[in-house]
């Protein structure tokens, strides 16, 4: 994963998704605590919904 592309693109359709939402994730899973460990005092969702097909997905922002 490139830390330097913003885009996410759909799982479904391909299409470029948009990124319409971040949330700040407190009490993270233990995977997520380790990414939290890297740095980061908290975890950052970035939710992202495709204009196309209408797909969710959500991933860590990094
Ligand atoms: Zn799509």
Redesign the pocket.
């Known amino acids: 994963m490139s830390a330097a592309s913003k885009t996410m693109i ?1 799982p ?2 391909g ?1 470029t998704m948009s990124r319409h939402a971040e949330k700040l994730i407190q009490g993270p899973t233990p995977k997520e605590a380790r990414q939290a460990e890297l740095g980061l005092g908290g975890i950052v969702l970035e939710m992202h919904s ?1 204009p ?2 209408g ?1 969710n997905a959500s991933r860590l922002a990094m």
């Open positions: 759909c479904k359709c299409a495709c196309a097909c797909a």
